[in-house]
């Protein structure tokens, strides 16, 4: 079974992101390993540190570089991707550059109705840059962009429950797992 390391560009308690992740562990338990790893207590990145880094660098290192693939789950802040996940990217893009060639597909949701499109094309730039030249999983058709979230996601369970969304990401996911596998 494919395994899969999750980013999520959020910290918040409660955060729907988090909750989308959640559900795609919980609903894809069948098909693929998803394991979120910890970026909470990532320092911030610093080139004089970059070639002997904390343990945490490492740890999520070799998360990365272990997985057979990156699903990266972001809330959009100020249109863009959340400093807290573009700093775990940037630790990830030096050294043993283990984004290089790694399948990965991104999600996002927001409360407001343009559900994180902005964050995602700036994410699918960063995923594109020499160091780490990530092989995304083509966005058209695939693109899981989730608006208006206080009506799709449950707030006693805090998982997603809209049915038409949910089928629209289970064709993702299958396509991802066909994608990752070539
Ligand atoms: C936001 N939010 C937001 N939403 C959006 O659709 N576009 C945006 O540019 C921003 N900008 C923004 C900046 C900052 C600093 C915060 C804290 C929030 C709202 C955001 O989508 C909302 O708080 C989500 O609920 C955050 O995702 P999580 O934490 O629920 O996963």
Not at 65 to 77: K, N, R
Request: without cysteine; hydrophobic residues 45%; proline residues 5%.
């Amino acid at each position: 079974m494919l395994k899969i390391a999750v980013l999520i560009g959020s910290l918040r308690q409660g955060s729907y992101n988090m909750q989308l992740a959640l559900t795609m562990k919980e609903r894809y338990i069948n098909k693929m390993d998803l394991e979120i790893a910890d970026i909470r207590s990532l320092p911030f990145f610093d080139q004089d540190i970059e070639l002997n880094p904390p343990r945490e660098v490492h740890a999520l290192l070799r998360k990365i570089a272990a997985a057979d693939g990156v699903l990266i789950v972001t809330p959009e802040y100020n249109w863009s991707v959340p400093g807290v996940l573009k700093n775990a990217i940037d630790w990830l893009s030096r050294v043993d550059k283990v984004l290089i060639g790694k399948p990965v597909m991104t999600a996002g949701v927001s409360p407001g109705v343009m559900g994180t499109i902005r964050a995602q094309l700036h994410l699918r730039e960063i995923l594109a840059s020499p160091g780490i030249q990530a092989r995304l999983l083509p966005p058209a058709g695939n693109e899981i962009i989730i608006s208006s979230a206080a009506l799709k996601f449950d707030e006693t369970t805090s998982r997603l429950v809209d049915e038409s969304t949910v089928r629209h990401i289970d064709r993702v996911v299958d396509k991802f797992i066909e994608f990752a596998k070539q």
